[in-house]
């Protein structure tokens, strides 16, 4: 049995869709005999049992901090200068109360500002990117050089990226709104780009990517960005491993068993599992299109509904019709609350995912083979939809956010149409799925785990006053 392996902090951005992939990826370094402490805040605690049962505790341990208090409203650049200003004088104290502290500081993009920290302990610190490659090159482009769109009302104005690999265009809206500076004065905003630019300034970086799906971007960071082949590609990280992932982000909100049967009782290929991720909320006028298309298509499906949270409680989100749930008897299956989605997507019945597009539903809908019916929403959603439908040729686009929402007999033939066995979307979604398992089943992202994991081994231990 090889010797133990270094310490290092794992600090995930406390929201399911960072947290995630955090979690199956430091399973995956505890499999590989690193030691662990993992940041987590109270109400993120419960998903580390999963960990605590499979490893010992003396090679993962947690560091509880507080939370910061709801914000009024969503407010992503507030909301990370909070977190730093709670976290960065307890994690100091933290640091230089340990005889033999972590050797790196390994934490998420949005995170930045761990690298100030990092510096001061004398520590390396790497990023741990939730996102694409690719939207991770965006980000680097914006936060370079601000958007000055003068015109908050030029919506569809487009903008060019000819620095990135294929060189991506976008109409305004889709850009996330915090990069279209309409007052540089906004001290969050500067915040956020200062945060995300010390990113640049990190030992290294870790993609929940593979090499097949992202190369050209990978290198174009590796050569144009970083300037160091410190990048590694390691996913799709899937829990898997030897964990359970029946309760993988939280407990199925209905009965494991009852939703497993009522797959069973589908044909192969024949049932759209329906998600918009952990957080997005539908409009009225997204729920009434998604609701009616749905029931006009005749198809099965499973739809993870969301339920707005109290800070998101608006004039304007959708509610399950009236009589849908009884329309749609013995065709639908409705999960209010938190389903078991990646074991829904790997169920033979399950032949296409209708999918804002986070990251982590991509990857997942890419690894198990279906066909992606794709609505992205906001954030790094319109890039993730380019590569599946643009590059990949595993998608097919629905609508974009609250700018393009198609009608309900569009989308009722497009729910049909994805589930038609001869198109070539479901060809291309089995062969991509082949390139996901092998690269983490031996291939290329289990040799950058590898390569990984030895270069934190060599990480020499801080003496605490060497800066790096
Ligand atoms: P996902 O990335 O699919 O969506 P968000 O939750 O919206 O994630 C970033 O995090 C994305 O790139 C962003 O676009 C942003 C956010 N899940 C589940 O198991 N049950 C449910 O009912 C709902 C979700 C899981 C799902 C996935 C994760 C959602 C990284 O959108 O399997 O792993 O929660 O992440």
Same mark, same amino acid.
């Given at each position: 049995?090889?010797?133990?392996?270094?310490?290092?902090?794992?600090?995930?951005?406390?929201?399911?869709?960072?947290?995630?992939?955090?979690?199956?990826?430091?399973?995956?370094?505890?499999?590989?005999?690193?030691?662990?402490?993992?940041?987590?805040?109270?109400?993120?605690?419960?998903?580390?049992?999963?960990?605590?049962?499979?490893?010992?505790?003396?090679?993962?341990?947690?560091?509880?901090?507080?939370?910061?208090?709801?914000?009024?409203?969503?407010?992503?650049?507030?909301?990370?200068?909070?977190?730093?200003?709670?976290?960065?004088?307890?994690? %100091?104290? =933290?640091? +230089? *109360? !340990?005889? #033999?502290?972590?050797?790196?500081?390994?934490?998420? @993009?949005? %995170?930045? =500002?761990? +690298? *100030? !920290?990092? #510096?001061?302990?004398?520590?390396?610190?790497?990023? @741990?990117?939730?996102?694409?490659?690719? *939207?991770?090159?965006?980000?680097?482009?914006?936060?370079?050089?601000?958007?000055?769109?003068?015109?908050?009302?030029?919506?569809?104005?487009?903008?060019?990226?000819?620095?990135?690999?294929?060189?991506?265009?976008?109409?305004?809206?889709?850009?996330?709104?915090?990069?279209?500076?309409?007052?540089?004065?906004?001290?969050?905003?500067?915040?956020?780009?200062?945060?995300?630019?010390?990113?640049?300034?990190?030992?290294?970086?870790?993609?929940?990517?593979?090499?097949?799906?992202?190369?050209?971007?990978?290198?174009?960071?590796?050569?144009?960005?970083?300037?160091?082949?410190?990048?590694?590609?390691?996913?799709?990280?899937?829990?898997?491993?030897?964990?359970?992932?029946?309760?993988?982000?939280?407990?199925?909100?209905?009965?494991?068993?009852?939703?497993?049967?009522?797959?069973?009782?589908?044909?192969?290929?024949?049932?759209?599992?329906?998600?918009?991720?952990?957080?997005?909320?539908?409009?009225?006028?997204?729920?009434?299109?998604?609701?009616?298309?749905?029931?006009?298509?005749?198809?099965?499906?499973?739809?993870?509904?969301?339920?707005?949270?109290?800070?998101?409680?608006?004039?304007?989100?959708?509610?399950?019709?009236?009589?849908?749930?009884?329309?749609?008897?013995?065709?639908?299956?409705?999960?209010?609350?938190?389903?078991?989605?990646?074991?829904?997507?790997?169920?033979?019945?399950?032949?296409?995912?209708?999918?804002?597009?986070?990251?982590?539903?991509?990857?997942?809908?890419?690894?198990?083979?279906?066909?992606?019916?794709?609505?992205?929403?906001?954030?790094?959603?319109?890039?993730?939809?380019?590569?599946?439908?643009?590059?990949?040729?595993?998608?097919?686009?629905?609508?974009?956010?609250?700018?393009?929402?198609?009608?309900?007999?569009?989308?009722?033939?497009?729910?049909?149409?994805?589930?038609?066995?001869?198109?070539?979307?479901?060809?291309?979604?089995?062969?991509?799925?082949?390139?996901?398992?092998?690269?983490?089943?031996?291939?290329?992202?289990?040799?950058?785990?590898?390569?990984?994991?030895?270069?934190?081994?060599?990480?020499?231990?801080?003496?605490?006053?060497?800066?790096?």
């Amino acid at each position: 049995m090889s010797a133990a392996g270094q310490h290092i902090l794992v600090y995930p951005f406390p929201t399911s869709g960072h947290f995630i992939p955090f979690l199956d990826l430091t399973h995956r370094l505890l499999n590989r005999r690193l030691t662990v402490t993992v940041l987590v805040t109270p109400n993120n605690l419960h998903l580390l049992d999963p960990l605590l049962t499979r490893h010992a505790s003396s090679s993962l341990h947690h560091l509880l901090l507080p939370d910061m208090d709801p914000l009024p409203a969503p407010n992503l650049p507030a909301r990370l200068r909070r977190l730093r200003d709670l976290h960065y004088p307890a994690l %100091l104290q =933290w640091f +230089q *109360s !340990l005889t #033999s502290p972590p050797v790196a500081i390994f934490s998420d @993009f949005f %995170l930045g =500002w761990t +690298q *100030s !920290l990092a #510096s001061e302990l004398g520590l390396r610190r790497i990023v @741990f990117s939730p996102s694409s490659s690719f *939207s991770y090159s965006l980000n680097m482009s914006l936060c370079r050089e601000s958007l000055r769109i003068d015109d908050p009302q030029a919506e569809k104005q487009t903008l060019s990226f000819p620095d990135i690999p294929n060189s991506p265009k976008y109409p305004a809206y889709q850009i996330n709104s915090i990069y279209r500076t309409y007052k540089d004065a906004d001290p969050d905003k500067e915040f956020y780009r200062r945060n995300w630019l010390q990113n640049l300034e990190s030992w290294g970086v870790v993609f929940n990517t593979f090499s097949d799906l992202e190369a050209i971007y990978i290198d174009h960071l590796k050569k144009e960005i970083m300037g160091h082949d410190r990048i590694w590609a390691v996913g799709p990280v899937l829990g898997d491993d030897g964990l359970d992932t029946t309760n993988r982000g939280g407990s199925s909100s209905v009965p494991f068993q009852e939703l497993v049967a009522w797959l069973d009782s589908r044909d192969d290929n024949s049932v759209v599992y329906v998600s918009f991720g952990s957080h997005y909320v539908l409009t009225l006028k997204q729920m009434d299109v998604v609701a009616s298309g749905l029931e006009e298509s005749g198809v099965n499906f499973v739809w993870s509904v969301r339920e707005p949270k109290a800070s998101q409680v608006s004039r304007d989100h959708g509610v399950i019709p009236d009589g849908f749930e009884d329309r749609v008897a013995g065709k639908g299956f409705l999960i209010k609350g938190w389903a078991p989605q990646l074991a829904v997507l790997r169920h033979r019945a399950v032949g296409a995912f209708l999918t804002h597009c986070g990251w982590n539903s991509t990857l997942e809908g890419i690894a198990a083979g279906v066909v992606m019916l794709t609505w992205p929403m906001g954030a790094d959603q319109f890039t993730n939809t380019k590569l599946l439908v643009d590059e990949c040729g595993v998608g097919i686009r629905v609508g974009e956010s609250t700018q393009n929402i198609p009608e309900s007999s569009t989308l009722a033939r497009m729910l049909v149409e994805s589930l038609d066995g001869s198109r070539a979307e479901r060809s291309q979604a089995k062969m991509l799925s082949e390139e996901a398992l092998n690269a983490v089943n031996g291939g290329t992202s289990d040799n950058d785990l590898g390569s990984l994991v030895k270069a934190i081994n060599e990480i020499k231990p801080s003496t605490g006053s060497n800066k790096i």
